[in-house]
């Protein structure tokens, strides 16, 4: 059977039984062009044996497979986006920490820049130690 690209008119020879009755996802090797073909009854008007076709060098899988694969790289992005949410999470917390005890160890000399800085260490140290008493009590 002869088909012609939608994009740039060149025509292929196609065995008719590579193209299943509900259509199949077509690539031209002449300009790469990706189109659905689906056979009708006007398809089976062959063009003459005077014009030049080429064979089509690349099968496509068809339609359900593509959406397939298509969702498994979505699904794939979206644990990846994931993983790095997670990872800057865990970083944005370590963080803290560092500072935390960056301020705790310099307490003595930073105290007399900020006078109240000793209480607020202290709050922040007993509200972290209630973040940690609750998640125990969730995990038991």
């Not at 189109?35 to 690349?58: A, G, H, P, R, V």
Request: with cysteine; proline share 3%; charged share 25%.
């Amino acid at each position: 059977m002869i088909i012609s690209c939608e994009n740039c008119n060149k025509n292929f020879d196609v065995d008719s039984a590579l193209i299943p009755g509900n259509g199949r996802l077509l690539q031209c090797s002449a300009c790469d062009h990706k189109w659905f073909y689906k056979i009708s009854k006007f398809s089976d008007l062959e063009l003459s044996d005077n014009q030049k076709t080429e064979e089509i060098t690349e099968n496509l899988p068809n339609e359900n497979e593509e959406l397939e694969v298509q969702n498994k790289k979505n699904q794939k992005n979206f644990s990846g986006i994931l993983f790095k949410i997670f990872g800057y999470f865990i970083v944005f917390i370590i963080t803290i920490i560092a500072v935390i005890i960056i301020l705790d160890t310099f307490k003595s000399p930073l105290s007399n820049i900020f006078p109240k800085l000793e209480l607020f260490l202290f709050n922040l140290i007993e509200t972290l130690k209630d973040i940690k008493f609750f998640i125990k009590d969730l995990i038991s």
